[in-house]
């Protein structure tokens, strides 16, 4: 069973994005396209017991302009999925 994150769009410093085979307590974090360093803040569990559904992630004032992606992890920790880059202004 392959997890997917979606992308879909920022708007207002609020990343909207869509997942599916995301079991609860998967945990999506944000990660500097850069330099491949995942962000402490925000990061976002799953509570729904759906495998599939939206999430909208309000950026913090201490994320910075440039780009960055998605990524899943399960609840051990590892990485299950991968969004497209998308920039922050």
């Known amino acids: 069973m392959n997890s997917i994150i979606n992308y879909v769009e920022i ?3 609020v990343v909207s994005a869509t997942y599916r085979n ?3 307590g ?3 974090v944000l990660v500097d396209k850069t330099n ?3 962000l402490t803040d925000p990061i976002t569990t799953i509570a729904s017991p759906a495998p599939a559904g ?3 992630i309000r950026l ?3 994320v910075e302009p440039g780009d960055y992606y998605l990524k899943a992890l399960n609840g ?3 990485p299950v999925a991968q969004s497209v880059g998308f920039h922050v202004g």
């Open 11 to 13: 708007e207002n410093r």
């Open 22 to 24: 995301l079991m609860i």
């Open 26 to 28: 998967a945990k999506v």
């Open 36 to 38: 491949d360093r995942q």
């Open 54 to 56: 939206s999430l909208r």
């Open 60 to 62: 913090p004032a201490t």
């Open 76 to 78: 051990h920790g590892a």
